[in-house]
């Protein structure tokens, strides 16, 4: 604030800031906006919608408890006990080793690593890019987390903040390989999707300060801000405009679509999607002013990048993310984001508005193409609605193709429907577990932001996450969100860094402020 206050350009726009605010508090329009935020909060205080949220459902009480949840832990954890065990034997050796505590040091900031290596998989080109890295970087992840638990028990690969229904997603997962219609075609998938599950148990279990959070909604928020910045330079540069990827009839003065690193405009307005949310929560939650340029930055030129991919669903998806996460950080400002939106349609140039109106009409080809997909998916699912036709986009096509159940022009790659695709691929349990995962972490992430409980840096990481989880999802009517590995990765992650950003704050609410401050200082040593 004292830099903002120094400067000629600060000063005039605090000025013109404080203006604006008294007209507003003062006016017609400030009043019934106010009145209407009074009404809306009133309205939900008793409502059903805020008991569900407040109370906790019977499968997340049992889980911690279950059987299910204590093998699970405990297998995880025969390789940490195994080391921990090696270490108490040669205690003395590994405390006078200096490669010793070198590698202790490493390992026990495994959440510092982990940003880099989402750093690395967001700015990768998509030629160079290999989805064995996304396998093999969290792999090293987990050895590292294992070795973290070498001198402090208390460090152990946590399933239970994870959440019951994660883990059944992940079981049914691998239950749809074998139970596939071509388990050949379904193999590959799996390596996808235990990438993704590598990445929340590594993450969830390890981020234990708010610095570490911090820094790893650092590193995702670094890879929005070079993947948007190349975006830009591409649009500079000129981008062929695509037929695949736009009706030319209906879109004749619109520009190429940018792509940045990404193969597909559509998953890159999917990756920004998960990303913006997330920088605006840094923004808020960083101390530092170096922090919250990042996040500024991030959700400024992000913005921008979304708008040049000219990805509808993006465009809603984002309006849905930013409607969440004014409701949970303020819920005053819902009624003027929603007017601010409504007034700035006109202003948005002419092929960003033809680009939206488009939505709606079924003239456009990329709008009438998807109908004949969705058919062949609810054909598909009616012959087998139990199991599906087993993992990956592969097998459900085979089994597509060899129903003769696809009768669109344009080939079947997937249905353009996460929810049709995840039906078809793990079965019904599989889409109802990807549901519950979803609606359990908006329920408990609204229960932390809403009650207030944690510090507040780490409310609003949460608060970013459980929004873009939301905005992806919206997106996920009209796209299969998960047909590129490496943004289902980024799905995951940022799931992860909500789930542990919830796992955070309510061990905050737990601990005593001079315990919380030496866990916070002490970065190694013995457990405590």
Excluded at 462 to 467: L, P, R, T
């Amino acid at each position: 604030m004292e830099v903002i206050q120094g400067s000629v350009v600060g000063r005039l726009l605090l000025n013109v800031w404080l203006v604006l605010k008294i007209w507003y508090e003062n006016s017609a329009l400030g009043f019934y906006v106010q009145e209407l935020g009074g009404f809306v909060h009133r309205s939900l205080r008793g409502s059903l919608l805020v008991q569900c949220v407040k109370r906790n459902g019977a499968l997340s009480r049992g889980y911690e408890n279950s059987l299910l949840c204590r093998l699970l832990g405990a297998v995880l954890n025969v390789p940490g006990l195994l080391l921990r065990t090696l270490y108490r034997r040669f205690r003395t050796v590994f405390r006078s080793s200096a490669v010793a505590r070198v590698g202790f040091a490493v390992v026990e900031n495994t959440p510092i690593a982990a940003g880099w290596l989402i750093l690395a998989i967001l700015i990768i080109p998509y030629e160079q890019w290999n989805n064995a890295y996304s396998l093999l970087g969290f792999a090293l992840l987990l050895c590292f987390a294992m070795a973290a638990g070498m001198r402090r028990a208390s460090r152990r690969l946590d399933v239970v903040s994870v959440g019951p229904y994660p883990v059944f997603f992940a079981g049914l997962v691998l239950l749809a390989w074998p139970l596939s219609y071509a388990p050949a075609l379904s193999q590959r998938f799996v390596l996808y999707h235990l990438a993704c599950m590598l990445c929340v148990v590594v993450i969830v279990s390890t981020v234990e300060r708010r610095d570490q959070l911090l820094r790893l909604a650092g590193g995702a928020t670094g890879g929005l801000i070079l993947t948007s910045a190349y975006a830009v330079i591409q649009r500079i540069q000129g981008v062929e405009v695509n037929p695949s990827f736009v009706d030319l009839t209906l879109n004749k003065d619109m520009p190429g679509r940018v792509f940045s690193v990404f193969e597909n405009p559509n998953a890159f307005g999917e990756v920004l999607v998960l990303l913006i949310p997330v920088a605006v929560g840094l923004m808020f939650a960083a101390r530092g002013w170096g922090g919250r340029l990042l996040g500024l930055l991030g959700a400024g030129m992000g913005t921008v990048a979304l708008v040049m991919t000219y990805s509808r669903a993006g465009w809603v998806g984002l309006f849905m993310a930013v409607l969440l996460f004014v409701f949970l950080w303020n819920r005053k400002l819902l009624p003027v984001m929603i007017l601010v939106g409504l007034a700035a349609i006109p202003f948005l140039p002419d092929a960003v508005l033809n680009r939206i109106l488009t939505i709606f009409n079924m003239k456009d080809t990329s709008t009438s193409s998807r109908f004949p997909l969705y058919e062949a998916a609810v054909n598909l699912l009616r012959q087998d609605p139990i199991t599906g036709a087993g993992l990956g986009s592969d097998a459900v096509r085979a089994a597509v193709k060899e129903g003769n159940l696809y009768h669109g022009k344009s080939p079947f790659v997937h249905s353009h429907n996460v929810y049709l695709q995840v039906w078809a691929e793990t079965g019904l349990l599989g889409l109802l577990a990807l549901l519950g995962t979803v609606g359990y972490t908006i329920k408990r992430a609204a229960r932390v932001a809403l009650g207030k409980e944690g510090s507040y840096s780490v409310r609003m990481v949460i608060i970013g996450g459980v929004s873009a989880l939301l905005g992806i999802m919206v997106c996920g009517f009209a796209d299969f969100i998960w047909h590129y590995p490496r943004v289902m990765l980024v799905f995951w992650f940022v799931f992860a860094l909500t789930m542990a950003g919830i796992r955070l704050a309510l061990r905050e609410e737990t601990r005593s402020p001079r315990r919380d401050r030496v866990l916070d200082q002490k970065t190694d040593g013995e457990e405590i």
